[in-house]
């Protein structure tokens, strides 16, 4: 049956051809004009871009649920879930625009006793799109994070024409999700332009490193993610590179928590680590238990659920390479089902020592993307703190612990290593929100300061600038001070 | 006079010695240390550092601006003023953190409806600081964008630790000024490593490489800082440069304005371009005029101010070399004063076409750093759009017109050129303010999305972080919903 999956898989694959040089310079052009047509739309018509992108994909879910499924092993319940999350994601990107905050609107009236020493003169600062962005979809969220997911939704929030290069791991998908996206586009007048797709590894390094390109989303693994992004930077003129590469996601667990709930979080653990067969960039890899456990023996005992088929063959093979480099690294098996290595890989349970990892943290505390998580058995609370600082950046760490635990050593190194901290929950599931923070130190973002999740992401694809001095029928509707445009300004800093 | 000016410069730079690499550890080691510990100091402390530091700095001018003016040929007033500026900056940017709005705090209440399709957790957004930054300072403005400027002002503001490397034009104010911060801080108790300075370019180099340093501020050359910037990014572990490089400064002047006022904007212009003796990152580079234009015939016929010393040799040749360049590349003399190329460069304007600029932008619009700018005159004003298109980013771009001028073809393509826009005012003077803009697209910043003037600049030295379902004690203050610290909050996306 994989077998059979997988051949289908490529024969879907390979009625996408790759873009070709004079298509892309098409596309690019198209993209650098529709940008000057787009920065003259005002917020109600950007909004309704997104809400007419999100009906037609609701409307076509019947046709794209199909092929998401044939394109990568997720079942229909799982697509036509995430496709209702990137269509309500659309909608509150059109929810963000027209609340016009987004814009932090500042106006500095005039002031002839402004105590720099200087007079002020009028400045009114608002924010501007940047222009064509490229984005680069991941394989494991075929929607939420692909074609018309959050990097499109943003950047198309902000105002900027969107070339998405679609990732190999679902085609067909990505070209049927694109011209539903350009079709409603078109339906509404938006510019030509506003919206491409582009297929091809090479087409994509092209696009990062083109001129009218002026800055890049990317969701992936570090390695494709770092090689993208020292193009970008290496530009004569560098732009802004939003890379969600890689995490971890450890799970902190005080020896209070394991003795009250300690069977509860071995089970929710389980779920967390083999939801979606572990291919999410928020999966757990790695629970700290303390030495003797409940946690621990649960989790040996456990039956682990079946395998499943992964995304893909390139997404299999380098998780049982991974798995086999853990284990090559002193990791010992705690439990695994009957074909850890397979092509439906059941899900696998390894263990290390706390002093393994503190002498070896960066073999052992790799992402591993698949059903795997690793247990860190420590014997001293204590260790927690310094277990934590060994961790490179991560989207998110979580802890399990009692109210009574002492446990703001940990916090506050942790709050230095994540995006997104957890009490007591679990680290799957990103909910998109007001707000949500996806993002964290290197490597989890190749830009700690921004998220690309939840209704900050839109700032990624905007610039602030002043307009000093101008005549108010000059000036951006949010910035003049009779506005039929009531957005939040700070006034006068107030 | 230039000469013996010249040799005492030598003289007094040569009391600072390069930082050693011991010392450079320890600076370093105790940058992090305070970095922890600045983390849980209040708003209300890291505002009552900066206070502090100015107060220091105000009660030490008569001590600070005599050493300004023997290494930089500055004259006491500039300086007096510039320190002035730089105390207030350090207050506006302790009344930026009491006011908290730029935690960007936000909080979800946990939704069990929302409608993403699965119930929304209690998630809560707020802004930490980086840790370490190093400051890289200017040579031009040896208080407000030194040792305790704008960079040093804004990254303490977010509680990061700073470490400052010294301009090598200023070393003993640079030694000097740091004394004072240094003792400031240190009377109120604040962590040891909050401030450090260090001297000497290779000391530079291993800071921006250092793991410990988590994002640089740099003002100076787009060489310099491309160098630097290029070295942050190369990292195992990118970290943000906040890099701002060059800047021509172009003013576009219509027709009419010309017609109406031509004799007045020329003498504005030539106040501006000599101002500092044009030692300024906004110096007008490039004004565009009309054939035949009252401001040609003005410019020509006027008597420019006298040449007086620049900050130091290396500025003076790099500035000789850059006016031979224009030369070169086919910009006529306009007016000049007696001795354009001597040691105290009298103020310079060359004339070139329309054409000439569009046939060689690379080479006609290159910044000049000091008392010299360029006349571009266009035949039809339309022209200006097409001109205006060819500058690369800029800190700032002004126009001078008259009210019923049709300028907004110019003004759309501005927008995506430059982070600061002028009608009918100069450039050079830049506000402290709330909604200033001081940066742009590449080169005027290596990071667009920020400014290095104005409050918005503490935003570079912060990340976010979400805590999710979190109990209320262990949040942090801004973001507990009973708070005994009312910031601003966006509560369920109001």
């Known amino acids: 049956m994989p077998n059979s999956a997988e ?78 999350r990137t269509t309500f994601q659309l909608r509150l990107f059109a929810e963000t625009v027209l609340d016009g905050r987004y814009l932090d609107a500042r106006i500095d009236h005039a002031d002839p006793e402004w105590p720099m020493g200087a007079p002020r003169p009028d400045l009114r600062r608002t924010h501007v799109p940047l222009g064509p962005v490229a984005v680069f979809s991941a394989s494991n969220f075929p929607f939420a994070f692909s074609v018309a997911g959050g990097d ?41 332009g506003t919206f491409s797709v582009v297929f091809g590894t090479d087409v994509g390094r092209a696009l990062v490193q083109d001129r009218r390109i002026k800055a890049v989303g990317f969701t992936g693994s570090i390695a494709g993610g770092r090689a993208l992004f020292d193009l970008a930077q290496a530009r004569p003129d560098p732009i802004p590179f939003y890379g969600e590469l890689g995490s971890n996601n450890p799970v902190f667990v005080t020896k209070a928590a394991d003795a009250a709930r300690g069977d509860a979080i071995a089970q929710e653990f389980i779920a967390s680590f083999t939801l979606g067969a572990g291919q999410f960039c928020t ?14 023996a649960a989790l040996s005992a456990a039956k682990l659920p079946d395998g499943v088929a992964l995304l893909n063959e390139r997404i299999r093979d380098g998780y049982i390479q991974a798995l086999r480099d853990l284990q090559a690294n002193g990791a010992e098996p705690l439990n695994a089902g009957l074909d850890p290595y397979g092509n439906l890989p059941s899900p696998t349970l390894s263990i290390v020592s706390a002093a393994e990892v503190l002498a070896n943290p960066e073999n052992l505390l790799q992402e591993t ?38 446990v703001t050593d940990l916090i506050d190194v942790l709050v230095t290593k994540t995006g997104r901290l957890l009490w007591n929950q679990w680290p799957t599931g990103v909910s998109v929100t007001y707000a949500q923070q996806h993002g964290g130190p290197y490597p989890a973002s190749t830009a700690s300061g921004s998220t690309s999740v939840g209704t900050a992401a839109i700032s990624r694809f905007l610039r602030p600038i002043a307009f000093q001095g101008f005549p108010e029928k000059l000036l951006p509707a949010e910035l003049r001070d009779n506005t039929v445009d009531p957005v939040f300004r700070l006034v006068d800093g107030k």
């Open 369 to 406: 993307f698949g059903p795997a998580s690793l247990v860190v058995e420590y014997d001293d609370e204590q260790q927690l703190v310094k277990l934590a600082s060994v961790f490179e950046g991560q989207l998110t760490a979580s802890i399990q612990a009692e109210s009574n635990d002492d």
């Open 152 to 192: 499109t939704a943003s950047a198309l929030a902000g105002g900027n024409p969107v070339i998405v290069k679609a990732h190999s791991g679902h085609l067909e998908l990505s070209r049927e999700t694109a011209r539903v996206v350009t079709e409603a586009l078109a339906s509404v007048d938006a510019p030509k």
């Open 7 to 84: 051949g289908e898989h490529r024969k879907q694959m390979s009625h996408v051809e790759s873009t070709t040089t004079d298509r892309l310079e098409e596309i690019l052009s198209s993209a650098d004009n529709a940008a000057a047509e787009l920065r003259r739309k005002n917020r109600t018509t950007l909004a309704g871009y997104l809400t007419t992108v999100a009906d037609a994909l609701d409307a076509t879910a019947d046709v794209l649920v199909p092929i998401g499924q044939r394109e990568t092993n997720l079942p229909e319940g799982r697509l036509r879930g995430e496709l209702k």
């Open 283 to 296: 999966k757990p890899g790695t629970i700290l238990v303390p030495q003797g456990s409940r946690i621990h």
